[in-house]
């Protein structure tokens, strides 16, 4: 059964940058789409950024992340990453990975969460001088 494992998270200061990772086991992480969401204290669930199965290089980003994040696959380690630049206060909160139950899967440019079934445990990111 997949599962998924976050890491890369930590205290920061604003404008720095962190490179988070979810690393699955138990399945072949090349054939699903992945989405990474965060939540912060108080408020909603929100969508960041995905990434269609495969080699088919589509991404999705949330408006106010473009620029600022990238997502990227390492099939050999079976990772996808988020990697996060000038990072702000407000970017402060549990960062997730998930995957759709399904295969051969194309993201949606909205990345609603109701789309993704298997979570990881979050990693906390701080951004605080």
């Known amino acids: 059964q997949l599962q998924l494992v976050e890491s890369g998270g930590g205290l920061v200061q604003p404008g720095g940058s962190l490179r988070l990772s979810c690393t699955a086991s138990g399945a072949t992480l090349d054939y699903y789409a992945i989405g990474w969401f965060r939540q912060a204290p108080g408020k909603e669930r929100e969508g960041l950024s995905c990434i269609s199965y495969g080699d088919t290089n589509i991404t999705y980003y949330k408006e106010s992340m473009k620029g600022r994040f990238t997502i990227s696959r390492d099939i050999a380690k079976n990772t996808v990453y988020l990697r996060m630049n000038n990072l702000k206060p407000e970017d402060t909160a549990v960062y997730y990975c998930?995957?759709?139950?399904?295969?051969?899967?194309?993201?949606?440019?909205?990345?609603?969460?109701?789309?993704?079934?298997?979570w990881g445990q979050g990693t906390q990111v701080t951004v605080s001088s």
């Open positions: 998930a995957v759709p139950d399904r295969t051969y899967y194309f993201c949606s440019a909205r990345i609603p969460d109701y789309e993704y079934d298997i």
